[in-house]
């Protein structure tokens, strides 16, 4: 019985290391719609899109055959609890690079992503932030989770450069407020996407330390 508990734990870290690939996949597939002016890319972000869901249904139902049929104690439930919350957040963030994708179709025909030039910088930290949150997971490693939670605040002060790059390019001309406001939103998404690697990596700690949940 321990070894068909084991085998199921492995499936599960294996099922979440896959989400966590669909979810960079997505994320720089959004990135190069904007950037490369490629409309394949925005199908493909819909179509990883639901892949995450489907890999959301798959890691829920898992879970919770984890925990009623198996009925794990003390850390491996811990372990189980956060990888059903994390996997919300995972959802989310998919939801968001599909989010972006939309946004790209009506910002190609204008070419202004390029005044925001801290955009892409904001894509390649968030998505690191995915990556680590998820490898911290499967590692049990509590120094990588917290590493992710501290770079918040990179994020949070592109969100600022990228909001400074906008305002320059709307004093510089007016007509360009519309196509401002929606990489605006393209940033904002970003940001979110950064928020939910730290709840990840937040319920990482929760799963290795078993005494504090997070709060968002």
Known sequence: MRQIFQDQMKELEIEMISTGGLLEQAIDAAVKALTEENFEKIQEVRHLEEAVDHAEKKIENLCLRLITLQQPVAGDMRRISAALKMITDMER???????????????????????????????????????SAIDAYVNNDLELAKKVMRTDDVVDELFVNVKDDLITLIRQSDQQIESAVDLLMVAKYFERIGDHAVNIAEWVDYSINGDIEPQK
């Not at 599909?98 to 025909?109: G, T, V």
């Open 93 to 131: 963030i998919g939801d968001q690079a599909a989010d972006i994708a939309d946004l790209s179709q009506r910002l190609i025909d204008h070419g202004v992503y390029r005044h925001a030039k801290h955009l892409n910088q904001m894509a390649e930290v968030t998505s690191d932030m995915v990556s």
